[in-house]
């Protein structure tokens, strides 16, 4: 079994801070942090990853998958990053099986209401 933590964290930079968080998994083992963004699937040591990033949780956990033949699985069967289908979030859930971060169906959820506000508002003229 391999010592994993699924990482919850935020920018350092970018000010959609304040909005989003952006999820990883680290190898605790090797200190490794497998991550998905817009720059594609990304492994990175933990030092460098912290440069850019704030922890904001960290939730330990062991498994008996390897990450790096998950990763390459998981480009294959899902493809290139696309914000609502297939982000960081929806990567680092699946790798552990569980679903620790839900902030993309509560955005999704947010993104229907609106545009339902704004169809019955355009119905209504």
């Given at each position: 079994m391999r010592h994993y933590s699924y990482l919850t964290l935020k920018n350092k930079t970018l000010p959609t801070r304040y909005v989003c968080s952006?999820?990883?998994?680290?190898?605790?083992?090797?200190?490794?942090?497998?991550?998905?963004?817009?720059?594609?699937?990304?492994?990175?040591?933990?030092?460098?990853?912290?440069?850019?990033?704030?922890?904001?949780?960290?939730?330990?956990?062991?498994?008996?998958?390897?990450i790096d033949s998950f990763m390459h699985y998981y480009a294959l069967r899902y493809g290139d990053y696309d914000v609502l289908h297939n982000n960081c979030e929806m990567f680092a859930n699946c790798f552990c099986g569980r679903e620790l971060n839900t902030q993309n169906r509560m955005y999704n959820i947010v993104g229907i209401i609106l545009l339902t506000?704004?169809?019955?508002?355009?119905?209504?003229?």
């Amino acid at each position: 079994m391999r010592h994993y933590s699924y990482l919850t964290l935020k920018n350092k930079t970018l000010p959609t801070r304040y909005v989003c968080s952006h999820c990883a998994i680290l190898d605790n083992d090797t200190m490794l942090c497998y991550h998905l963004s817009d720059g594609g699937y990304m492994c990175e040591s933990w030092h460098d990853l912290m440069q850019r990033y704030d922890m904001v949780d960290r939730v330990y956990f062991v498994s008996d998958k390897d990450i790096d033949s998950f990763m390459h699985y998981y480009a294959l069967r899902y493809g290139d990053y696309d914000v609502l289908h297939n982000n960081c979030e929806m990567f680092a859930n699946c790798f552990c099986g569980r679903e620790l971060n839900t902030q993309n169906r509560m955005y999704n959820i947010v993104g229907i209401i609106l545009l339902t506000a704004l169809l019955f508002a355009l119905i209504k003229r």
